[in-house]
């Protein structure tokens, strides 16, 4: 990267900064960048979103009118990623995304086919959580009410549904688990 891009990053970063509920030192935005409502959200240190990510924060009302996303320290968001929080994400710390990876705690509403689903609002949302030092794969979806444990390899193209126990790898729509490392052997071996 040229000396150009870096200072371009930086700059933007210290002109973001304010608009964030918190922001760790270290940190980086690169842009374009797309938000909404980041008073509601908290960087942790070091942490390094690419460019063409979408980040957004609303209330929906479901949760006292307070939403929250927290991405912890040392965290590195890939290019063209969307995290959109209706009531609460965290992601921990030391955790990688690859490119396009999609995160919401919350879905579109279809309920009344009479009504087009772009006014019909969302689902109620459900907390989100991906845990330390895991790695996203290229497109996966995480979707409302997934909880990815730590130290977890989700598979490009998988839509996370359900919780993902610590030490997995996770693959498939929905994923499901193929692998799980062992601390008796110190492998990683096959789920059947």
Not at 64 to 77: C, D, N, P, R, Y
Not at 162 to 168: A, E, L, N, V, W
Request: with cysteine; net charge positive.
């Amino acid at each position: 990267m040229n000396c150009y891009a870096r200072l371009r990053r930086r700059l933007f970063t210290a002109l973001m900064a304010a608009q964030f509920k918190e922001i760790g030192t270290g940190t980086r935005i690169e842009p374009p960048f797309r938000d909404g409502s980041l008073e509601q959200v908290s960087l942790g240190d070091h942490v390094m979103i690419h460019r063409d990510c979408w980040i957004q924060v609303f209330a929906d009302g479901s949760n006292g009118g307070v939403a929250e996303l927290v991405i912890k320290s040392h965290t590195m968001i890939g290019m063209g990623a969307t995290i959109s929080a209706a009531q609460r994400i965290t992601i921990g710390e030391y955790v990688l995304f690859a490119r396009n990876v999609y995160v919401s705690d919350h879905r579109h509403a279809f309920f009344d086919v009479e009504d087009p689903i772009m006014r019909q609002g969302i689902t109620s949302p459900i907390p989100v959580s991906i845990g330390n030092c895991s790695w996203l794969g290229q497109n996966v979806c995480v979707l409302p009410g997934a909880l990815i444990g730590e130290h977890c390899v989700i598979g490009a193209n998988s839509v996370v549904t359900s919780p993902i126990p610590d030490f997995s790898v996770a693959v498939g729509a929905p994923a499901r688990v193929i692998k799980q490392y062992s601390r008796q052997t110190r492998r990683w071996e096959k789920v059947d």
